[in-house]
């Protein structure tokens, strides 16, 4: 069993930066591959990063790439998301997930445990 906090979010500009964690409890973060979701209203919630257990791969969206950086902490059981540069389009609900296993970090269904999100608003 895995619980996972999301912080960070808030209303900003376009242009600027923010930085939302993930923090783990329940069981190590190290065992688990982590990934960044997000939401926004009327469409599919959406892949945007994800790191693997020990931080050797990471993976981005498109849309995302160049701009957003996932890192983990292990030793802090966080996970970390630094957006930079950030578009009114990156506005939704951001959520983090664990997934015990696999290959695959880009596919919702397939993580094992979900935080609760965090609000993240980009205006122009």
């Known amino acids: 069993q895995v619980q996972l906090v999301e912080s960070g979010g808030g209303l900003v500009q376009a242009g600027d930066s923010l930085r939302l964690s993930c923090a783990a409890s329940?069981?190590?973060?190290?065992?688990?591959?982590m990934g960044w979701f997000r939401q926004a209203p009327g469409k599919e919630r959406e892949f945007v990063a994800a790191i693997s257990r020990n931080g050797g791969s990471t993976y981005y969206a498109d849309s995302v790439k160049g701009r957003f950086t996932i890192s983990r902490d292990n030793t802090k059981n966080t996970v970390y998301l630094q957006m930079n540069s950030l578009k009114p389009e990156d506005t939704a609900v951001y959520s983090c997930?664990?997934?015990?296993?696999?290959?695959?970090?880009?596919?919702?269904?397939?993580?094992?445990?979900w935080g609760q999100g965090t609000q993240v608003t980009v205006s122009s």
């Open positions: 329940g069981r190590t973060v190290s065992n688990y591959n």
């Open positions: 997930a664990a997934r015990a296993g696999g290959t695959i970090l880009t596919v919702p269904r397939l993580y094992d445990y």
